[in-house]
């Protein structure tokens, strides 16, 4: 648990509507992602953030824009939402221990349906 | 571009017996990877690892195999319990992102 927290943990909204998806982390973790799974897809990468202000787009960011004004929080936004962004959204941090060892640590997932 | 290939979405096995999970990358690059192990409305949660100077970690009843020269990795478990039925997703970490792959989703029946 590295005190990653999302909301909402469902959403339904409507084509074409904005939506923003929280996440927000307790331990001054620099970088953060944003990731979806889908089925057959497993977890891709949005956007991420390695800094306050400091972002970047992943392999499927088309559609999604982000912002991390503090260091606690990173927003997804989906400026118009398509039923093609149905998914399962996991925000992430991924940290290098003292041994080398790189792992992710998840929330526990926002489940938007776009209808 | 896929660089983690996890080919089988699905394995259904008996409890007790082993559970063999597979995955390919395709990134010599790669040279530490992870499983994962999802339960439904639950984020993804560390399993088990194994760095590229290795070819077997276990712990447990957990066990990766790594051969780097056919750029493949397996997950084995034994014995299979039903509280092992998830979906497993086999990562790498990369230029401070972490490649997954499309997942397969292990039934262990009773």
């Known amino acids: 648990d590295a005190g990653i927290t999302q909301s909402p943990r469902h959403k339904v909204t409507e084509t074409g509507t904005p939506v923003t998806l929280r996440c927000h982390q307790t331990?001054?973790?620099?970088?953060m992602y944003w990731y979806r799974q889908d089925p057959g897809h497993g977890l891709r990468l949005i956007h991420y953030?390695?800094?306050?202000?400091?972002?970047d787009k992943g392999e499927v960011s088309d559609g999604y824009s982000v912002s991390r004004s503090k260091t606690e929080d990173f927003l997804l936004t989906l400026e118009s939402a398509t039923s093609s962004q149905t998914s399962v959204y996991f925000c992430?941090?991924?940290?290098?221990?003292?041994?080398?060892?790189?792992?992710?640590?998840f929330g526990q997932g926002t489940r938007l349906t776009v209808v | 571009d896929q660089q983690v290939k996890q080919n089988s979405p699905s394995l259904s096995v008996q409890e007790g017996r082993i559970s063999i999970l597979n995955c390919d990358y395709t990134?010599?690059?790669?040279?530490?990877f992870l499983w994962y192990k999802k339960y439904p409305a639950e984020g993804p949660t560390f399993l088990i690892s194994i760095s590229s100077i290795k070819d077997k970690n276990e712990d447990g009843r957990f066990t990766v195999f790594l051969n780097k020269s056919a750029k493949h990795l397996s997950l084995h478990i034994v014995p299979s319990q039903p509280g092992d039925s998830a979906v497993y997703f086999c990562?790498?970490?990369?230029?401070?992102?972490?490649?997954f792959g499309a997942g397969t989703r292990l039934t262990v029946k009773p």
């Open positions: 331990e001054n973790h620099r970088y």
């Open positions: 990134n010599s690059m790669f040279d530490y």
């Open positions: 953030s390695y800094g306050v202000k400091d972002t």
């Open positions: 992430a941090i991924i940290q290098t221990g003292r041994g080398g060892r790189t792992e992710a640590f």
């Open positions: 990562a790498a970490p990369i230029n401070n992102d972490m490649r």
